[in-house]
């Protein structure tokens, strides 16, 4: 069946680094690539996301590639700050008009002040 | 607008007993989602549906009941609660496509002893 792995599951990195998390996912017609941030307690947030006719998305301190060849995408996020720190999720969408996201397995991100 | 609200919070069963989590979104979306996550797990699909009156399954349906009698009511019932059914449930709603953002409640911390 369809899934997304995801890595890596934790990662520890010093404030003003980068940190870059990789998902693949497996179904050929996964069209749409968001990415979850999830702060303790509270449900996931999208915070960017890209279709799969771009190849790369910045919004500010993140950005997302996508490489469809080898159905991989990946978060970058620069000058890392306390608040970044949270569990991140990747999701592929199955088959388009299906309504449904695959979810990688998290990773979860500390930033080090 | 209030978003995406789950009742309640947290909750501790009995093995065999039922209870209902409600869901409530005031965005009007169309489409509204049953998650449920273990640690160190991605998000796993209980329910979805596409409008009132109309749900589906999704990768783990098994154990659980929707229903969906208006647009902003999602609600998942469990029958007879088991251990394996310990987790954090989320309910989420889009606008429409699998290509819209999904907007996620705070979630439900359920524990079945």
């Known amino acids: 069946g369809e899934n997304v792995e995801q890595h890596p599951s934790t990662l520890s990195v010093q404030e003003g680094d980068s940190a870059v998390i990789k998902c693949t996912y497996s179904?050929?017609?996964?069209?749409?690539f968001p990415w979850y941030k999830q702060e303790l307690g509270k449900g996931p947030q999208l915070i960017i996301d890209?279709?799969?006719?771009?190849g790369e998305k910045k919004d500010q301190r993140i950005a997302v590639t996508l490489n469809k060849t080898a159905k991989h995408f990946s978060l970058h996020i620069t000058e890392t700050q306390p608040e970044d720190s949270a569990v991140y999720f990747c999701?592929?969408?199955?088959?388009?008009?299906?309504?449904?996201?695959?979810f990688g397995t998290g990773t979860r991100l500390k930033v080090l002040a | 607008n209030a978003g995406v609200t789950q009742t309640p919070k947290f909750r501790i069963l009995k093995i065999g007993q039922s209870m209902t989590l409600q869901c409530t979104q005031d965005m009007n979306h169309n489409y509204m989602y049953w998650y449920r996550q273990d640690p160190g797990m991605g998000l796993k699909l209980i329910y979805y549906?596409?409008?009132?009156?109309?749900?589906d399954k999704g990768e783990v349906p098994n154990g659980y009941n929707v229903s969906r009698s208006t647009t902003e009511d999602f609600p998942l019932r469990l029958e007879l609660a088991a251990p394996s059914q310990t987790s954090v449930y989320f309910c989420?709603?889009?606008?429409?496509?699998?290509?819209?953002?999904?907007?996620f409640g705070p979630g439900t911390r359920l524990t079945v002893l």
């Open positions: 999701a592929a969408s199955i088959t388009p008009g299906t309504y449904k996201y695959i």
């Open positions: 989420a709603s889009s606008y429409g496509t699998s290509e819209d953002e999904q907007f």
């Open positions: 890209i279709r799969s006719n771009v």
């Open positions: 179904d050929s017609a996964s069209n749409y």
């Open positions: 549906s596409v409008g009132a009156g109309i749900t």
